[in-house]
């Protein structure tokens, strides 16, 4: 939680599959939880994924895979899609993900994970390719999130991609600040919009 | 020129952050037990009172048991989370309608039946279901906690400002074609992802002619395509079902209301950013066959070929199904109607005209569950508990159910379920349930079959 952000190079967990929903990334049975904590919810990231329904691991699963290891999960297009739970964020933050690529996010999930400092990097369709590809070839790869440049580097390849974040979001990530102490600190002007609109 | 979309977001914005997102003043904060706990926990470790606490509605639906609700919640943890609910409420000061409250229920539900959610408002709640609002002419989202939190502080939101889509819906929609398939239908076109980035007015004849309920019901699922919200502008029929309700402006200041309202339509020469049309013909009553609510299709069509992604066959194998199946005929286990999709009197009536004089199959298990108390004494009412019992249906007392799972209503592992409500994703409804999204009326001639039928052959 507000861990500052600049730049991560890491290794990579690929996830090639699209429509991710956030049911996966942690499954309604476990957004009972009345605190937030990360070590919880990472512990039951991708739980019916990662677990048989006996509760053994399932060794098929990326996560369970000692290959594939990093601060970067990559995953295929539209990742984050149904509910709004902000636990899937909490997981993805809580297993020590930092960054999430992917080629489209659904909206509110995109919300979240930017709210609990992890950065989603959105890539074209032809770099995520690429990626997985690399990621493929060779585990130990390594890519390179650079915040402030706003580039993702696939190191493999060298290739370089430009990101989009709004500046301001970018300011509270490299600064560890949310929107909670910037709203707050703005409660005359909501007052004069309240007066204003009556 | 502007959209009905623009005509609300503007009137809210409370300033725009240089190079970063819109502050949004929002009129009416809704709280679930699930998202909001982190949120008040937030709010006690920075020291801080609701800013405007006269906005924000609380109640429990996640959790609540559809039985015995007058005694203890069994489960001690689901217990917790509504009891923590109660006390954040009462700490904070904020209107809360606990369990076996006469205005309890699904919160999507609750909203609009009792007049606080109303057209021209801005809208969030730590649910992605919060677009059903929409449907009373509100620009209503799906927030996260974090983002609640921000709404507790300061009754604002920071938000990057949607794209515009209009879905125009032209023409009449066929027998048993209902919201629900036209949702359905639409999903099945555009993917779960279609309209993400977007918020959608849905427009034309056959959203027109769409009563509130149906309205509800299409603006519920516009999440499914991924879309921001969705929104249908008011007119007679959303004014006809406003008027009246407990919390809807009485007297003068009706009057008052109803002028603004008036307005709140898209300007003729509005410009969208994306436009979509359909023709309502083209529905017919829908399915689903896979575990995105985009997989569906008509009820006598088959499953298409793979699409060759691994996502498909890991979809398809989940379901137990193959392509090419059409799916007429296969035998199913539980039927779940409810959920703020289809939980609402129009629903039930739905599902009570098609069972009536028929008799449940004995083999499945249904699950009728009201989406407030305010449905429930409706249904009692109108006479439709009779006919249900009749036929072989017993209610249930209201809550999110088996839509989600996280109270004990749960499809065991590999069963079928062919439910009401508004997702099919793996596990959704229970570890490895396998749900068929479909409508109140698909529900009902499945429920007295015992297999997927076509609701028409019963019309």
Redesign the interface.
């Known amino acids: 939680m507000k861990q500052k952000f600049d730049i991560i190079t890491s290794t990579c967990v690929p996830l090639p599959l699209e429509n991710v929903d956030t049911d996966q990334i942690i499954p309604a049975r476990f957004l009972k939880a009345t605190t937030r904590e990360e070590k919880f919810f990472g512990d039951n990231l991708f739980r019916d994924w990662r677990y048989h329904p006996d509760g053994s691991l399932n060794e098929d699963f990326v996560l369970n895979n000692p290959t594939y290891g990093g601060e970067i999960l990559v995953a295929g297009k539209n990742f984050g899609s149904g509910s709004s739970r902000e636990h899937a964020a909490w997981a993805i933050a809580g297993y020590g993900f930092r960054v999430v690529v992917s080629s489209f996010f659904a909206d509110i999930h995109k919300n979240n994970e930017l709210n609990n400092f992890v950065l989603p990097v959105v890539v074209s369709e032809g770099f995520l390719k690429e990626l997985f590809d690399s990621i493929d070839a060779n585990p130990q790869m390594q890519v390179e999130v650079n915040l402030p440049a706003q580039t993702i580097t696939n190191q493999a390849t060298g290739k370089s991609e430009h990101f989009e974040i709004n500046a301001y979001k970018k300011h509270c990530l490299m600064n560890g600040l949310d929107d909670i102490d910037f709203l707050v600190a703005n409660k005359d002007k909501i007052e004069a919009w309240e007066n204003a609109s009556r | 020129m502007n959209t009905l979309f623009d005509k609300i977001w503007d ?1 809210h914005v ?2 725009q ?5 819109t ?1 949004l ?1 929002i009129d009416r904060l809704y709280c679930h037990e ?2 909001s ?2 949120a008040f ?2 709010m006690r470790a ?1 020291g ?1 009172k609701c ?1 405007r606490p006269d906005h924000i509605y609380c109640m429990p639906d ?2 609540t048991p559809t039985h015995d609700q007058d005694k203890p919640i069994e489960d001690p ?2 217990k ?2 509504v009891d ?1 609910l109660a006390k954040n409420a009462e700490d904070f000061g904020l209107n809360h309608f606990g369990m076996m409250h006469p205005k309890n229920g699904i919160i999507h539900v609750v909203g609009p039946e009792r007049g606080l959610t109303l057209p021209g408002m801005t809208i969030v709640c ?3 279901h ?1 677009s059903t609002h929409g449907a009373m002419g509100a620009v209503a ?7 609640v ?2 709404v507790l ?4 939101i ?3 400002r ?1 794209k515009t889509m209009r879905i125009t819906i032209e023409g009449e929609l066929g027998k048993g074609v209902t919201a629900k398939d036209m949702a359905l239908y639409m999903m099945s076109k555009m993917t ?2 279609g309209a ?2 977007y918020f959608v007015e849905y427009a034309g004849s056959a959203v027109r002619n769409l009563t509130m309920e149906g309205r509800l019901t299409l603006c519920n699922l516009s ?2 395509m ?1 879309a ?1 919200g969705g929104m249908v502008a008011p007119d007679e029929t959303t004014f006809e079902y406003i008027k009246g309700r407990e919390y809807a402006p009485k007297g003068e200041a009706w009057d008052k209301a109803l002028a603004y309202w008036k307005t709140l339509k898209s300007d003729d020469d509005a410009v969208f950013d994306k436009e979509v049309k359909f023709d309502a013909a083209d529905i017919q009553p829908m399915i689903t066959y896979g575990t ?1 609510p ?1 997989m569906g299709m008509g009820i006598t069509e088959q499953i298409p070929a793979s699409d060759g ?3 498909f066959e ?1 979809s398809l194998n989940y379901m137990g199904f193959e392509a090419g199946e059409c799916l007429l005929g296969k035998k199913i286990d539980y039927v779940f109607l409810g959920a703020c999709t289809n939980g609402r009197i129009e629903d039930f009536r739905a599902f009570a005209s098609l069972v009536k004089g028929h008799k449940k199959a004995d083999h499945v298990i249904a699950w009728l569950v009201p989406g407030s108390w305010m449905v429930d004494a409706q249904i009692r009412e109108e006479g439709l508990d009779k006919v249900l019992e009749e036929a072989g249906f017993a209610i249930r007392q209201p809550g999110c159910s088996a839509c ?3 109270n004990d209503d749960k499809i065991p ?1 590999g069963k079928y379920s062919v439910s009401t409500s508004n ?1 099919n ?4 409804q229970g ?2 349930a396998r749900t068929l999204l479909a409508s109140p009326l698909t529900a009902a001639a499945a429920a007295i079959t015992g297999v997927i039928t076509d609701p028409r052959e019963f019309m």
């Open positions: 009137a409370v300033q952050v240089e190079e970063g997102p502050q003043y699930v998202t706990p982190q926990a937030g920075r801080l800013f996640h959790n943890v689901s917790a989370q923590t730590g649910d992605s919060t989202f799906g927030i996260g906690t974090s983002e939190e921000m502080a300061s009754q604002c920071l938000q990057a949607p779960t992802s993400t980035g999440i499914e991924g921001r995105n985009g992604t691994a996502s890991k989600l799972a996280m592992a997702r994703f793996e596990g959704r570890p490895g």
